[in-house]
């Protein structure tokens, strides 16, 4: 499995509406300003967004029909409902909740039983970690038990327990399972893509004369912060790696007036809470009843956690996905817009 937090962002329903994440660092952004449907507007039955050029401004609408209730959202046009995209329910993994073999995926060999889908056993074949039961790994086509923490032989995450990272090394003898957020700042660590590396205590990492080694906790100047492109968004730099720091994103809001605010980094305000909380998750026995390469995946984690340490992980979870987009933005707008982070913003 991909040992990145972005493998949460992948599988995650959210995507729709990226229109001002800005990834040219040159450009100014060009941001719009959103508001309520006026009651002397008529809209298509369809329409969530209405955009009067005249204004740059945009009128919206939530979408209301439970076959297309997401909002495509597009730049300087109108923005029609569209049917749920990517599906929000997927199939079941082997450890997930199912009501009959139809809602288990083609990794579980053994179907649904007693409410939760089965994968092969210890010593039965498989493909990848993703046919083994929980607590299982696929090596040589074989499910055999994960790798405790301490010992070597992992290639990555879902090779270990379900509580620990693959620390990656020359050799798959040399590479041991770690427990996750335990390694000290500016401690080497094997493995570090994008500048992520769940081993870290702080979850980032930097490359320093040819060895990738933890950061300290990564922060922003300020929260919000408001800027004009990518360049205003580097993260505090780090003396220690050469006054080092993160690239952060400037990405508009669908707020009032035209804005545009800086993404977060793993130490500010909501992402540093929704860290919080995946600690919670990662120290619960819960995450033990997901398959290995399940671990940080929303549906299993919904399925066993308690409703309402899922409902506030969730909730962290999209306000710094979704960050700053909902900020200084109506209700309406954020519903119509943003309807996921919307509702677990109540239900939190
Ligand atoms: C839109 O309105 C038409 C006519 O009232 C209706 O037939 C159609 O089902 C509606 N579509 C949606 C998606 O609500
Ligand atoms: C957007 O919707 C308005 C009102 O329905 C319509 O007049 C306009 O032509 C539409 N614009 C585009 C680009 O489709
Ligand atoms: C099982 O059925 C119940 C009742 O219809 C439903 O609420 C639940 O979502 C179903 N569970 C799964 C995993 O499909
Ligand atoms: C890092 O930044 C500080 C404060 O701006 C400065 O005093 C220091 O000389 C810088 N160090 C390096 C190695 O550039
Ligand atoms: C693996 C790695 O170190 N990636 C990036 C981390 O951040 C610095 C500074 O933004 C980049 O130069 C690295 O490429």
């Given at each position: 499995?991909?040992?990145s937090l ?236 050469n006054n ?38 990662i120290q ?65």
């Amino acid at each position: 499995m991909d040992r990145s937090l972005n493998s949460l962002w992948m599988i995650s329903i959210f995507a729709v509406g990226m229109q001002c994440l800005n990834t040219d660092v040159s450009t100014t952004l060009n941001c719009g300003s959103y508001t309520c449907k006026l009651n002397t507007q008529n809209f298509l039955n369809t329409t969530c967004a209405y955009y009067n050029y005249q204004q740059s401004k945009y009128y919206t609408r939530k979408c209301s029909s439970r076959v297309l209730n997401y909002c495509l959202t597009l730049n300087q046009a109108n923005s029609t409902c569209i049917g749920n995209q990517p599906l929000t329910t997927g199939y079941a993994w082997p450890g997930e909740k199912c009501n009959t073999t139809v809602d288990c995926s083609s990794h579980c060999a053994h179907g649904c039983n007693s409410g939760v889908c089965i994968g092969s056993f210890q010593g039965e074949s498989c493909i990848r970690t993703d046919d083994c039961q929980p607590g299982l790994r696929c090596a040589n086509s074989i499910c055999l038990p994960q790798i405790e923490i301490g010992r070597g032989g992992c290639v990555t995450d879902s090779d270990c327990v379900n509580h620990a990272g693959c620390n990656n090394a020359q050799t798959i003898q040399d590479s041991v399972c770690y427990p996750y957020y335990t390694i000290s700042d500016h401690l080497p660590v094997g493995y570090c893509k994008n500048n992520i590396s769940m081993l870290c205590d702080s979850g980032n990492c930097m490359l320093n004369n040819g060895v990738f080694e933890c950061m300290k906790l990564v922060k922003s100047s300020a929260v919000p912060k408001t800027c004009n492109d990518n360049s205003e968004c580097a993260s505090i730099p780090d003396p220690y790696f050469n006054n080092g720091s993160l690239q952060g994103a400037c990405a508009c809001a669908f707020s009032t007036e035209p804005k545009s605010y800086c993404t977060l980094f793993a130490g500010d305000s909501y992402s540093a809470e929704k860290v919080k909380y995946l600690k919670k998750w990662i120290q619960s026995d819960f995450i033990n009843k997901c398959n290995g390469a399940r671990r940080f995946n929303l549906q299993c984690i919904q399925n066993w956690w308690t409703k309402s340490e899922y409902n506030r992980y969730f909730y962290y979870f999209l306000a710094s996905f979704d960050y700053p987009k909902y900020l200084d933005s109506e209700d309406c707008v954020t519903e119509t817009f943003l309807p996921d982070y919307y509702q677990a913003k109540k239900n939190a």
